[in-house]
């Protein structure tokens, strides 16, 4: 991540109404602007906070200096990664984070609040924002929301997707972790009306495969699932050997997946039934789920 950098692109995110500056750096870092984020964490409403720091994007800095916050950093080399970033837009200097904090911090205040840890008022405002804003975007895709907002995806290298796959796909199989938690198998089968039990998530039906390559694989990078197919070895009966996660980097490709897994089980989580979830997952990431021919209540 760049410390300072050269701004090449520029715009607005629209996150339910808010407007967010972002900017591109020439060294492809996708960075937010601090008094935007301010604005959208409702900071500046604090009547303590000076006119100055309301401008700067001072006063979120101050807000993640302190030591309350730095308590909920569990991992200390994760707080380099809430450092701003200095832009430069010709001599102009921007403040700002990259794009994927904002994300990060909000993450943070709920896990704050749901475990009782809100100690201020002000800590309760920037909580509840936080909720607002991460039901109107995904960590997952800030990164496509900054390219068309800014106009780069117009602009970027033509070999850039292809170096955004490699970093998603190993050269090697790792080894084996469970990704695919439970709760995921549980709310499909939830959804479906299906018994639940530990021998049915291990004998589940083949359908599952295909919601779980596109409610998941299908929504990683372009290209992203067809290269696991390729890199992924089968057996004699054509069968694969590995889970497909088993092949993605674990620095990027694993923890996209694993962020993205977060996002649909809770999309299931709050769906009422398997349409409900459907429409809900459209809304969500802009693609139709694909009705298979499978029966609605049973296997």
């Known amino acids: 991540m760049s410390q300072t950098g050269k701004i090449t692109h520029e715009g607005e995110l629209d996150l339910n109404g ?48 302190t030591k309350w916050f730095k308590s909920l950093i569990v991992n200390t080399n994760k707080l380099e990664h809430f450092k701003p970033i200095g832009c430069y837009k010709g001599n102009q200097r921007i403040n ?20 009782g840890l809100i100690e201020k008022e002000r800590q309760a405002v920037v909580a509840a924002q936080c909720e607002i804003l991460i039901r109107a975007f995904a960590k997952v895709g800030i990164i496509a929301l900054v390219d068309e907002a800014t106009g780069y995806q117009y602009t970027r290298e033509k070999n850039e997707l292809q170096k955004i796959l ?17 709760s995921f198998y549980r709310e499909i089968f939830r959804l479906r009306k299906w018994n639940f039990t530990a021998n049915d998530i291990k004998q589940r039906p083949s359908i599952v495969g295909k919601y779980t390559n596109q409610f998941v694989y299908e929504m990683l990078p372009p290209g992203v699932l067809q290269k696991l197919k390729q890199v992924t070895p089968k057996n004699a009966n054509g069968n694969y050997i590995y889970k497909f996660h088993q092949s993605l980097t674990p620095e990027t490709g694993r923890e996209h997946l694993r962020n993205h897994l977060i996002s649909v089980t809770t999309i299931m989580s709050i769906a009422r039934n398997w349409q409900e979830f459907l429409d809900l997952f459209a809304r969500k990431f802009g693609q139709t789920a694909i009705d298979f021919d499978d029966p609605v209540d049973g296997k």
């Open 96 to 115: 700002g984070y990259e794009a994927v904090m904002l994300a990060d911090f909000c993450d943070v205040m709920l896990d704050a609040r749901n475990n």
């Open 166 to 182: 490699k970093a998603y796909v190993s050269e090697e199989i790792l080894n084996w972790q469970k990704t695919f938690h439970d």
């Open 18 to 65: 808010i407007m967010l500056p972002c900017y591109v750096l020439e060294d492809g870092t996708r960075v937010l602007s601090s008094r935007g984020m301010q604005n959208s964490l409702k900071l500046v409403d604090v009547t303590t906070v000076s006119d100055t720091a309301k401008l700067t994007g001072a006063a979120l800095t101050r807000f993640m200096g």
